[in-house]
């Protein structure tokens, strides 16, 4: 017979890895939010691209949809620090 979900001590370890990306996961958030406020706004008072805020715009943004990822159990991998940061998706040489 086998043991209940909650007698797995690999449960208890993705309980306790949860509960600390849930706590990123309302950093990421904020972060997300300073930084489209910020690219909005050069948007609104420049011509000019904000190349750089928006990549790092884009990032964050893909870095949220992992921990979501991880904390619904669409994904057994754990988002940064376990993983290399995500990228942007934009070649660097174009």
Do not use: C
């Amino acid at each position: 017979m086998s043991k209940p979900g909650y007698a797995d001590q690999g449960f208890w370890f993705r309980v306790i890895f949860m509960l600390l990306y849930w706590v990123v996961l309302n950093i990421a958030v904020t972060a997300f939010g300073v930084l489209l406020v910020l690219v909005s706004l050069v948007k609104l008072g420049s011509k000019h691209e904000p190349l750089m805020l928006s990549s790092w715009l884009k990032s964050v943004t893909a870095f949220i949809g992992q921990i979501f990822s991880f904390l619904s159990f669409q994904s057994e991998e754990k988002p940064f620090p376990f993983q290399p940061w995500p990228s942007d998706g934009v070649d660097d040489n174009a």
